[in-house]
């Protein structure tokens, strides 16, 4: 790589755009005479790199002129993204990385503003109250809809949502600014907007939904009733791999751009979006640049979760235990592709519906060449991060059906057995420390630090597992996968050999 000095090189921004090279992808479009119909809060990499990617594809068609995009940052994290894109005119570079080599480059012009709540908090409401404002987005993390993974109830204990509840003119939370704006709107006459979560999480639509009501209720009924009737929420299922953005990322542009963007992402070339059509202020034609309305979206969402998002859990879990650190080094190793495809043809798909228009098969194949993607460089501890809010999600529920059903579940019981010992001693088998990321940390960690005396230990947290230390045929395989684990000797592909085995013959 060669080295480059930050003055001699000119920074991305509307004006610089004129001098990118031809093969970048620039907006083609006036974006002085975009109208910000959507508002974004919690611009991360992957709003950037999926619907702001889909906003600015459908820009490129005359017509869709109010459809430009305002981000909200709520977090102090936020300030530095805001003042980069302050700078860049809300420009960024999106890299897209073919399986086979190819590189897309594209400058996406989608966003036009940007605000910094803990500085403008009158500004964001008004923003969001905003006649122009027809869908209000989010990509706020799964902590950000305050729920209890537990109950799946709204967590009122929580002190910023009950700062927000006591203080409606002075929010902190999404929720908060979303309850203010709408009350603005109703008091003003004018029509709800629509709430659209973006999310990876099931039904975000319903869940969100489901969580301004029970903050909406606590501090105004009246208004509560009136989001009830007026507001939609759709579901939606969403994908596309997104890496953190790196400096290699940063040099990239610069060698190839030949500008400076503080900010860049990098993203895999596939994307989906299937979205439920229930919107009650208008919606972007999405569907012409690639994404498809449903009346459900339940089956796609369980599609997904149950292959791409389990699948990565299952990667990313054996492999840290091997020693890996990406996800393309993991699927590249034939013993962990083997695994991978036995678990989504023998555990998972006996339990999916047939959908219109996927051929799961195909669906399955395309996984495993984006997994294998050299471009991207998922890494491993990104994706076993937060692994007791995803499991129970993506991982548990494929293995109660299987059991209730009769059938097999040995390689996801492997995985969940990894995954003690992951959580309790945090180390590869050669002995090198993993970064563990949950917030159940110390939770997982005294749990399954049992499992010395008592191998069904790390089972005993039910918020997480429910009752699978109570099923016989799943603790049977489970003991025989922690005693082989703690074995001094053990070696994870082996142990992955001999599930692929049957066992029991």
């Known amino acids: 790589m060669q080295q480059h000095t930050e003055a001699l090189v000119t920074r991305l921004n509307q004006q610089s755009l004129a001098q990118l090279p031809s093969h970048v992808d620039v907006p083609n479009y006036d974006r002085s005479s975009l109208k910000a119909g959507i508002v974004h809060i919690g611009v991360g990499g992957f709003h950037r790199a999926h619907q702001a990617f889909y906003i600015n594809e459908l820009l490129k ?33 999106l890299t897209v990385r073919h399986p086979n080599g190819k590189i897309d480059n594209k400058v996406i012009g989608s966003m036009i503003d940007f605000l910094f709540a803990p500085d403008e908090k009158q500004a964001v409401i008004n923003k969001l109250a905003h006649r122009d404002t027809h869908i209000v987005s989010l990509t706020i993390t799964e902590g950000g809809y305050n729920f209890n993974p537990a109950t799946g109830e709204f967590d009122y204990s929580n002190p910023d949502i009950i700062h927000d509840i006591n203080n409606p003119t002075d929010p902190i939370t999404a929720f908060g600014y979303i309850t203010a704006a709408l009350k603005l709107r109703k008091e003003q006459g004018l029509d709800a907007f629509t709430v659209q979560s973006c999310d990876n999480i099931q039904h975000n639509g319903n869940v969100t939904r489901k969580m301004l009501l029970a903050f909406a209720v606590e501090q105004d009924k009246a208004l509560s009733e009136w989001i009830e009737a007026n507001v939609t929420f759709p579901n939606a299922m969403v994908d596309r791999i997104t890496p953190v953005s790196k400096k290699s990322d940063i040099d990239y542009v610069i060698d190839t751009y030949g500008v400076s963007d503080e900010w860049p992402i990098t993203c895999e070339s596939f994307a989906q979006w299937v979205i439920e059509d229930a919107f009650c202020c208008g919606r972007p034609d999405w569907d012409i640049v690639g994404a ?26 054996l492999g840290s235990l091997h020693g890996y650190s990406t996800i393309d080094e993991t699927i590249s190793d034939p013993i962990f592709a083997e695994y991978l495809r036995a678990f ?13 228009g996927i051929d799961l098969k195909l669906y ?36 109660n059906e299987n059991l209730l059903q009769g059938r097999d579940v040995s390689l996801a019981t492997l995985v969940i057995a990894a995954w003690c010992f992951y959580s309790d001693k945090g180390t590869d088998e050669q002995g090198n420390k993993l970064d563990v990321i949950d917030a159940m940390q110390s939770e997982l960690h005294e749990a399954a630090a049992k499992t010395a005396i008592n191998e069904l230990a790390f089972l005993s947290l039910t ?28 070696k994870i592909k082996a142990l992955m050999k001999n599930v692929l085995e049957p066992r029991g013959n």
């Not at 981000?71 to 700078?87: A, I, M, S």
């Not at 369980?302 to 879990?317: C, D, E, F, P, Y």
């Not at 016989?472 to 005693?483: G, I, P, R």
Request: proline residues 4%.
């Open 344 to 356: 989504m043809d023998k555990e998972v798909t006996p339990n999916l519906e047939q959908l219109e």
């Open 61 to 93: 068609k005359p017509g869709y002129e109010r459809w430009g995009i305002c981000g909200v940052g709520l977090l102090e994290d936020n300030r530095r993204l805001r003042d980069t894109l302050k700078k860049q005119d809300h420009l960024y570079t």
């Open 292 to 317: 498809q309305f449903v009346l459900d979206v339940t089956p796609y969402e369980t599609m997904k979760i149950r292959l791409l998002n389990a699948g990565h859990s299952v990667l990313g879990l």
């Open 463 to 490: 918020s997480v597992f429910g009752s699978l230390n109570e099923q016989s045929e799943f603790a049977t395989y489970y003991k025989n996968d922690v005693e082989a684990l703690y074995a001094p000797a053990r």
């Open 364 to 399: 399955k194949d395309t996984l495993i060449e984006r997994f294998a993607n050299l471009n991207i460089k998922d890494n491993l501890s990104r994706i076993c991060s937060e692994s007791a809010a995803k499991l129970p999600k993506f991982l548990i529920p494929t293995i």
